[in-house]
């Protein structure tokens, strides 16, 4: 099998369709978003085919022609833009469409699951009665720490994990050879119908070795802080329900 018709089993795999009706024109629009471009990197990375780029080509055709060097190349992922000022409240905000993620019988196994979510996440979502719709939250978590924090921009996104406390309150930690080390930024989930969200803030508190079960931060005391959270968090169901009345 050649390179192209690699690539093209694997299109028609994330595009749900037969290979042979994957052609030159087949639009790339399904995948033009956060996870299925993440999704298509992976599976091209698997095909020893790297794609260091921040646009989809709209169309399989010119991914074609990208991939083999026929083509001028799109716009490279630029680096993170400066930090912002000390004390800088920095905040996140990001929505999945719980639709884009494939149905799977297996989670731990599927390539779409297995190299972007991390064990616990999987192990989360599938005692769940929709392990979609958590996957598509914690995908969203993963995205809104990126908007939150650019210090994230390039950590990968497996090593981005969503863990719950005893109290089933979710928080983010990060992967590291030493284990899963907590991250002071907050995290709010939220899930209506087909839509997954969620809003992450940055404060000012240093990170929490995971060597036993998290145990809650202490609740900001700043009025500004918790007034901004409550602000974010409604804007946050504002973004939803304006992306929900778009698709009715």
């Not at 992976?42 to 990208?66: C, H, I, N, Q, W």
């Not at 390539?111 to 969203?140: D, K, N």
Request: glycine share 6%; charged share 20%; aromatic share 6%.
């Amino acid at each position: 099998m050649t390179p192209y018709d690699d690539v093209r089993d694997l299109i028609a795999t994330m595009l749900r369709l037969p290979p042979e009706e994957v052609g030159p024109e087949t639009p790339l629009a399904p995948l033009d978003h956060s996870l299925g471009g993440a999704r298509l990197k992976l599976g091209l990375k698997r095909l020893g085919l790297p794609f260091p780029y921040t646009s989809l080509p709209a169309t399989f055709g010119e991914l074609d022609r990208v991939l083999s060097g026929n083509a001028a190349p799109i716009a490279i992922e630029a680096e993170p833009s400066d930090s912002p000022a000390a004390g800088a409240l920095q905040i996140g905000l990001d929505a999945q469409d719980v639709r884009a993620l494939p149905v799977a019988s297996d989670y731990w196994e599927h390539e779409s699951y297995a190299g972007v979510f991390a064990q616990p996440e999987i192990a989360y979502a599938v005692r769940q009665s929709e392990p979609r719709t958590h996957l598509a939250g914690f995908w969203s978590a993963k995205e809104a720490l990126r908007k939150c924090d650019p210090a994230f921009a390039k950590v990968e996104m497996a090593a981005i994990v969503v863990i719950h406390d005893p109290d089933g309150k979710p928080h983010l930690a990060r992967q590291t050879a030493s284990g899963l080390v907590r991250l002071p930024h907050v995290l709010s989930l939220s899930h209506t119908g087909d839509l997954a969200m969620a809003v992450v803030i940055k404060l000012a508190a240093p990170p929490v070795r995971l060597d036993s079960p998290p145990a809650p931060f202490a609740r900001p005391r700043s009025r500004l802080v918790s007034l901004s959270l409550f602000l974010v968090i409604l804007a946050g169901f504002i973004y939803l329900l304006i992306e929900r009345l778009r698709g009715i």
